[in-house]
């Protein structure tokens, strides 16, 4: 008997936004300027993999690592948690949603101040009730350890260094197991030592743990560890590089900088991805 060829099938995308559109701003009296930060991107973060977003500043990178999450709303288009579409939830869904499936790090690190160490790592499974479940609270211990604050476990985000707290912040969005975590600039209030650390941390919560990462940043250095990067230019998707280096990021950054800057002299007035509203 045959038996049938079985070919390797990518796993399905942690998350992914289709033909996304966020326009910013409305014309009202007639007379506002309405800003396209996204403009039909399609992309996905695949599972079990690392992917920066990166482009040139208010390429609207943000805006789509808040809409893929769940953050806000598109205009158009949809976006998905596996294959969960958000835009057919409703806010306590989302809410939900976002607790459970999602874990968030953030330039200013968010931490509670009044809590301990411990208490910030497993606020996201105090909130989802989850604190007895013997497999989280295994997972929490392993957690403590790698991001390396055993020691600091009762001490609170003021005593600490910001290097310090943005690992308990890694270590908090990883506690309740997301099916994808997302980190916007997770480095850019630390120096480069520190960013490092907090880089390796995400870089091994994919590689040895198993989990999807999706990571907003300016820094080629920074992105240089994720397994895949996309760019933005002007709300539009413009490439993608696999097993990216430091060296090929910037390569690619500025010769984005170079047709963004060809492309404006020739298209004025009202550069592409702007739709401005005529008043
Ligand atoms: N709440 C808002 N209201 C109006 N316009 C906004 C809003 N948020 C973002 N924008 C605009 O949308 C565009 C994309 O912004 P976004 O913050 O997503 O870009 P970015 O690539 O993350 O920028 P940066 O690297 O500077 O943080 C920009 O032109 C920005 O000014």
């Known amino acids: 008997m045959n038996t049938p060829h079985l070919a390797a099938v990518p796993p399905a995308p942690a998350a992914r936004v289709v033909d996304a559109v966020k326009v910013y701003g409305t014309a009202a009296r007639g007379a506002v300027t309405a800003v396209t930060a996204l403009d039909g991107v399609s992309v996905d973060f695949p599972s079990g993999r690392f992917t920066a977003i990166m482009g040139p500043s208010g390429s609207g990178k943000s805006t789509l690592m808040h809409c893929a999450a769940g953050l806000d709303t598109l205009t158009s288009g949809s976006a998905f948690i596996g294959d969960t579409e958000l835009g057919g939830l409703d806010d ?50 392993a957690l403590i350890d790698v991001v390396g604050l055993r020691d600091r476990l009762h001490h609170r985000p003021g005593e600490l260094s910001g290097g310090q707290q943005q690992r308990v912040a890694v270590a908090r969005a990883l506690a309740g197991r997301p099916d994808v975590v997302f980190a916007d600039e997770p480095t850019g209030n630390l120096d480069s030592r520190s960013g490092e650390e907090v880089l390796n941390l995400l870089g091994r919560a994919v590689r040895t743990m198993g989990r999807t990462v999706v990571m907003v940043t300016h820094d080629p250095v920074a992105a240089a560890h994720a397994d895949d990067v996309v760019f933005l230019a002007d709300g539009r998707l413009v490439g993608h590089l696999s097993d990216p280096t430091a060296d090929s990021v910037l390569d690619r950054l500025k010769s984005l900088d170079r047709k963004n800057l060809d492309r404006k002299n020739f298209d004025r007035p009202g550069a592409p991805g702007r739709a401005e509203v005529p008043s």
């Open 92 to 141: 306590r869904r989302l809410t939900l949603l976002r607790r459970e499936r999602i874990g968030f790090v953030f330039q200013a690190f968010n931490l509670v101040p009044t809590l301990t160490v411990a208490e910030n790592i497993l606020l996201p499974q105090d909130l989802a009730g989850r604190r007895g479940d013997r497999g989280d609270a295994e997972w929490a211990d």
